[in-house]
């Protein structure tokens, strides 16, 4: 079952435009990720915030943490066509065997 | 550059017959993933190993899922017998975990996308 809900679940944007995808989440987690897929390709680890951090930085993009709230965003800045993608939110909740569990994720299309 | 590698990248099959997908973690990595992935229900988890110790297969219809690690450089998972509904995308991914820590970063492989006819 997912533990994350990503919102929107689709998102259309020009380039040079900034994108910002929310993430709920139901229980305690010890991180949480973001991570990016090309259409028939692989996930690919964009950014991993911990449970004490509320906002890291990775170039363009941005993430924060809301742990009162439940709750995380993705802020890509001057988006380009190459951002075109889905993106996922996983978390990680608290406990020594805690696997990863994805959301259903976001899709993001940049228009050039 | 080290990648994690999955074999085949596609198989077409037909029911009732047996299907192996194979996967090769990073070098050092001690963290093993399989996930199932379809329009319809996302990136589900079937299994996870840590030092090639099952810790959590679920996620894994037992019937007729196997998942293992015969040794550190390949994860193997079986559907026998296969059925149309488990047609899907199955992905590996893996990592680097010291227990009581959670996941951290995973490194994903291109998948294997399976039908079953």
């Known amino acids: 079952s997912q533990q994350g809900e990503e919102d929107p679940q689709a998102l259309s944007i020009q380039e040079g435009e900034n994108a910002t995808m929310n993430c709920s989440y139901k229980?305690?987690?010890?991180?949480l990720q973001w991570y990016r897929q090309n259409s028939g390709r692989g996930l690919v680890h964009l950014i991993l915030?911990?449970?004490?951090?509320r906002e890291k930085h990775s170039g363009r993009l941005r993430v924060t943490l809301d742990t009162s709230k439940k709750s995380s965003s993705l802020l890509i800045t001057a988006s380009r066509a190459a951002d075109t993608a889905s993106y996922f939110c996983?978390?990680?909740?608290?406990?020594?065997?805690?696997?990863?569990?994805f959301g259903k994720g976001i899709t993001l299309s940049v228009r050039p | 550059d080290a990648r994690v590698t999955q074999t085949p990248r596609h198989k077409v099959t037909e029911m009732g017959q047996e299907v192996t997908m194979r996967c090769q973690p990073i070098?050092?990595?001690?963290?093993v993933f399989w996930y199932r992935q379809t329009m319809m229900q996302g990136l589900e988890l079937l299994a996870y190993?840590?030092?090639?110790?099952?810790?959590?297969d679920s996620g894994m219809p037992k019937d007729r899922f196997s998942a293992e690690m015969p040794d550190a450089t390949l994860a193997t998972l079986k559907i026998q017998p296969s059925e149309p509904r488990d047609s899907a995308v199955y992905f590996c991914?893996?990592?680097?975990?010291?227990?009581?820590?959670?996941?951290?970063?995973?490194?994903f492989g291109e998948g294997s996308r399976l039908t079953v006819l």
């Open positions: 229980t305690s987690i010890n991180n």
């Open positions: 991914a893996s990592g680097s975990s010291a227990g009581g820590v959670g996941t951290g970063e995973l490194f």
């Open positions: 190993f840590r030092n090639r110790a099952p810790l959590d």
């Open positions: 915030i911990r449970s004490n951090e």
């Open positions: 996983a978390t990680v909740a608290t406990g020594a065997n805690s696997k990863l569990t």
């Open positions: 070098l050092g990595h001690n963290t």
